[in-house]
T-cell receptor, first 112, second 119 residues
Framework: GEDVEQSLFLSVREGDSSVINCTYTDSSSTYLYWYKQEPGAGLQLLTYIFSNMDMKQDQRLTVLLNKKDKHLSLRIADTQTGDSAIYFCAAVFSGGYNKLIFGAGTRLAVHP | GAVVSQHPSRVICKSGTSVKIECRSLDFQATTMFWYRQFPKKSLMLMATSNEGSKATYEQGVEKDKFLINHASLTLSTLTVTSAHPEDSSFYIC???????????????FGDGTRLSIL
């Protein structure tokens, strides 16, 4: 079946850049999303990229997409303590209702 | 931006009780809403896709009679956990997609989740 995989944990120093990686299996996924979840809360949409794009930048966030390798990454520049959260990669499953398939989530820890 | 309201945020109840969770899209209409379940430190598991005016589509392994879904209007979907037991304790999250945006460009907007604890 469709699958999305992510590294589970990332630790960075405050002010450094964070890069969270994701791979997916459905080559026909049209959109790929990044969501942020803080403890005990729902999911906040951070950004998304259409499959015909290679890169999308939105303030401190940069998304890179390698469609050939089915690899997606999220770069957070100048990482702050408020960025500490779980980040989920999600791919649209083309099989019906455009439902999302989520990765397991990457826990980002930012330390001084 | 699009807002999805989920209510209640937390429920604690006795085993055997039925619990209803509401998911509302506040500033947009949604023909499709999704219900997820999240276990501690785990990813979101899609339970079912809720369709306004028709039956929900359940994912494999999800009991239809256990998790009743009703999507009676374009802004409201409800999930009822019937005769809840401790193993049903979990974090339930709903999401909705804006009807008025092009289908291929519709991110899902999530509620804040409901933490269900069955004693």
């Amino acid at each position: 079946g469709e699958d999305v995989e992510q590294s589970l944990f990332l630790s960075v120093r405050e002010g450094d850049s964070s890069v969270i990686n994701c791979t997916y299996t459905d080559s026909s996924s049209t959109y790929l999303y990044w969501y942020k979840q803080e403890p005990g809360a729902g999911l906040q949409l951070l950004t998304y990229i259409f499959s015909n794009m290679d890169m999308k930048q939105d303030q401190r966030l940069t998304v890179l997409l390698n469609k050939k390798d089915k690899h997606l990454s999220l770069r957070i520049a100048d990482t702050q303590t408020g960025d500490s959260a779980i980040y989920f990669c999600a791919a649209v499953f083309s099989g019906g209702y455009n439902k999302l398939i989520f990765g397991a989530g990457t826990r980002l820890a930012v330390h001084p | 931006g699009a807002v999805v309201s989920q209510h209640p945020s937390r429920v604690i109840c006795k085993s055997g009780t039925s619990v209803k969770i509401e998911c509302r899209s506040l500033d947009f209409q949604a023909t499709t809403m999704f219900w997820y379940r999240q276990f501690p430190k785990k990813s979101l598991m899609l339970m079912a896709t809720s369709n306004e005016g028709s039956k929900a589509t359940y994912e494999q392994g999800v009991e239809k009679d256990k998790f009743l879904i009703n999507h009676a209007s374009l802004t409201l979907s409800t999930l009822t956990v019937t005769s809840a037991h401790p193993e049903d304790s979990s974090f339930y999250i709903c999401s909705a997609r804006d009807l008025n945006r092009e289908i291929s460009n519709q991110p899902q907007h999530f509620g804040d989740g409901t933490r269900l604890s069955i004693l």
